[in-house]
Each structure stands twice: as C-alpha cells, then as structure tokens.
C-alpha cells in the first residue's frame, strides 16, 4: 500500500508544486514508485511545472467520469520511469470529481505505488478538503514569511483537525545571508513556533527561478535537486526505520532466541 | 534585552493574537465531552459545570473548569 502524503500550505505561491515535483523526482531516484496527484481543479499546474503537459491526454476528470481507465490517463517521466504524474483537469468545473471518486483513485493507484504525492490547492475551501482526505500524512510547505506562516499554522491545526497526525514542515525559499543579517526567520524557529517537525530547508534558487520562467518545469534545474533526494531519503528511510522497528516489536523471543 | 530577530517577535504575537480566535463551538463540544466523563464519577447537572478556554503569556491553551457536585458515586456502584 502507498503512502499518502499532502503537500499543502494554506498561502499561494510557497511552492507546494515545485516542492511536490523535486520531492516525487527524488523519491523515484530512490528506487520508489511515486504517482503525483495534482488535485488543483481548474488551477492545474503539475503538468507543467513536470515538464510533462505535452504528454497528457487524459486526466483526473475523465477518470472520475469513466472516459478512460487510471492507467491511460497516468503520464510517466522520460528521464524518471518511476515517477508518474496524475493530470488535474484544466476545465473550471471543479465540482465535476467528489470526495468519493478521488478516494476510488487513490485506492487503486496505491495498489501499484509506494508514494502517492499529493499536490494540494491554496487556501481552505472545498478543494482543500478533498486533498486532505485522501492522505494520511502531510507536508506542509511555507516560506519564511510571517504571513506564509501564519497559514501554515491554520492549515496544520485543520489537518490534524481531519485526523493527520504526521505532519512535517519544509521552509522553502530561504536566504542564508539574510538569516545572518538577522532580516529572515531562521527555518529552526519557524518549526518551533508552530510545534511542528523540520523535514527540510531549501534555498532559494536562481536556477529554479529562470526555469519556472522559461519552461515552466523545474526538474531539469541544478539546484536543489539533490537536497530533495536528501529529504526524499529521509522520507523513505524513515519509513525503512519504522518498519523494522515494527519487525522488532513483533518479533517473539523464547529461551532458545527468537522465533 | 530581546535578542531574537524582529519578525521571530511579530510571528510569536501574530500566532498568539490567531488563538484567540477558536472555533465557534469548540468550548460546547469540549465541555459536553467533559460533562459525560465525568457523569461516571459524579451525579451532576448541566447547570452545575462551567468551562472555558483560555490563553496563557506563553500562548498555551488553559482549560478552566469549574464543577458543582451534588454527589460522588460510589466507585463499586460506579455504572
């Protein structure tokens, strides 16, 4: 069974997307299969910021609406065979996929997957909703700023709220020169202020920048992309970690050692 | 003096002033929960419990809880 993990925010902009692209891209380095689920009706993006637009034909509508199987509308990365994309629909009717139907996606996407990552849309509205009850982990993404922050912190007491415990954060777009010069919140604080664990910290790139300016896709960009196998690793590794400590809690031990 | 950053400063008091805003509702829900557990333990009417919600400097919740008792049940009686 997959993991599903919701990559969410509250703000707009903090690079929930870019984050979910490099996050699925580093985990599928990893040896993992990853599905990445743009849930962003009508604002879909993930395609793009991919590099993956010019291949979709189907999306996460005509598989609600019986058009297409889930495997046709799946759109699998040329230089990542692992990593697959689920297009969001780019119609405006956003009511077309209920909760219902998005839960019968990602149960049987994870069948096939081991990460099912979800790409959530700004703000609180129903959209939210249905993103959120999919997945049973969350990342939440935030830039260092106050605002940013603020909902963060909203949105982090309306997912545990829906019954997500595990939550991480990752602060994106941060800038170690202005941390030095005390102008920027340090990421260590910004976890601490929200009682929440620090799962990464990215810098912010040039080479991100002129690529979501350029192609829009940010997964041939230099930077980050190996800090994003790192947090992948520890996303993965975690759960390695996790599973042997439950092998261990299972094991039985008699006289002789263990059965 | 305080060291810490200017916007660590303003983020304490911008998540501090955003608790004071619960959920509507949210002091009820809790205070009926509480109002049937302790119905085990004690005989008591909706009348005789007062709760709120409130905030420490700290920006901790602090549940106050205030609970007339007519009368304990027995714990080998206790239903």
Not at chain 1, 106 to 116: A, G, K, V, W
Not at chain 1, 160 to 173: A, F, K
Not at chain 2, 15 to 34: A, G, T, Y
Request: glycine share 8%.
């Amino acid at each position: 069974m997959a993991r599903k993990i919701v990559l969410t925010s509250g703000k707009g902009g903090v690079g929930k997307t870019t984050c979910c692209a490099l996050l699925g891209l580093g985990l599928a380095r990893l040896g993992a299969r990853v599905v990445m689920m743009d849930v962003d009706i009508g604002l879909n993006n993930l395609d793009v910021v991919a590099g993956l637009d010019t291949r979709v034909m189907y999306d996460i509508v005509d598989v609600a609406e019986g058009k297409c199987r889930i495997r046709q509308a799946l759109v699998s990365h040329p230089q990542a065979p692992l990593l697959y994309i689920m297009p969001s629909s780019h119609s405006l009717n956003v009511g077309k996929v209920s909760v219902e139907d998005m839960r019968r996606i990602t149960d049987e996407l994870s069948r096939s997957f081991d990460y099912i990552l979800i790409d959530c849309p700004a703000g609180i509205g129903k959209e939210f909703y249905r993103a959120i009850y999919m997945a049973s982990e969350a990342i939440l993404i935030t830039t260092p700023n106050i605002t940013a922050i603020r909902d963060a912190n909203k949105v982090a007491s309306l997912v545990i709220g829906c019954g997500i415990s595990d939550i991480s954060l990752i602060v994106n777009r941060v800038r170690t020169d202005m941390i030095a010069k005390r102008l920027m919140i340090k990421p260590q604080d910004i976890a601490a202020s929200l009682d929440i664990k620090l799962l990464g910290v990215v810098p912010e790139a040039d080479s991100i920048a002129a690529a979501a300016c350029q192609t829009g896709s940010v997964l041939g960009a230099k930077d980050n992309v190996n800090l994003f196998l790192d947090i992948a690793r520890s996303i993965h590794l975690g759960a390695a970690e996790q599973r042997i400590k439950r092998g261990f809690r299972n094991l039985k031990i008699n006289k002789g050692g263990i059965i | 003096m305080n060291n810490e950053p200017r916007g660590l400063t303003k983020l304490k008091q911008v998540l501090i002033n955003d608790k004071h805003f619960n959920p509507e509702r949210l002091n009820d829900v809790v205070s009926s929960d509480i109002f049937k557990l302790l119905q085990n333990y004690m005989e008591i009417d909706n009348s005789d419990m007062m709760s709120r919600i409130d905030l420490d400097e700290q920006g901790n919740y602090v549940l106050r809880c205030k609970v007339k008792c007519k009368r304990l049940k027995i714990m080998g009686l206790l239903s």
